[in-house]
């Protein structure tokens, strides 16, 4: 499963920004979905996960309040809505697909399927 990820940009602090994240053709399976990203110099975090049912989520401790991933499985997307974006925030964000939902936690999970990522930059 190829995923594409798309929505980043450049911002100011306390913007808000939509990613999205499909995959490059339909599959039959539904997959538990997650965005990770990974600031300069740092090593890849978990931000969210969602279950392939859309039932449960996951958040980092840092974007809770801030952070609302969603899937719209009719369309085949998963969403995250970054508001309050902080300068801390800067990173590549990526989408991944297919951990086992019981081995996901806000400190990680083993995901399958990776995305390409999309950078959000956010500025002063």
């Known amino acids: 499963v190829q995923l594409q990820a798309s929505g980043g940009g450049l911002v100011q602090a306390g913007d808000s920004l939509r990613l999205s994240c499909e995959p490059s053709?339909?599959?039959?399976?539904?997959?538990?979905m997650a965005w990770f990203r990974q600031a300069p110099g740092k090593d890849r975090e978990l931000v969210a996960a969602?279950?392939?049912?859309?039932?449960?989520?996951v958040y980092a401790d840092s974007v809770k309040g801030r952070f609302t991933i969603s899937r719209d499985n009719i369309k085949n997307t998963l969403y995250l809505q970054v508001d309050s974006l902080k300068i801390g925030d800067t990173a590549v964000y990526y989408c991944?697909?297919?951990?086992?939902?019981?081995?996901?936690?806000?400190?990680?999970?083993?995901?399958?399927?990776w995305g390409q990522g999309t950078l959000v930059t956010v500025s002063s």
């Open positions: 991944a697909a297919g951990a086992s939902w019981r081995t996901v936690t806000p400190r990680g999970a083993e995901f399958r399927y």
């Open positions: 053709e339909r599959t039959p399976t539904r997959y538990n």
């Open positions: 969602i279950s392939a049912d859309a039932y449960s989520t």
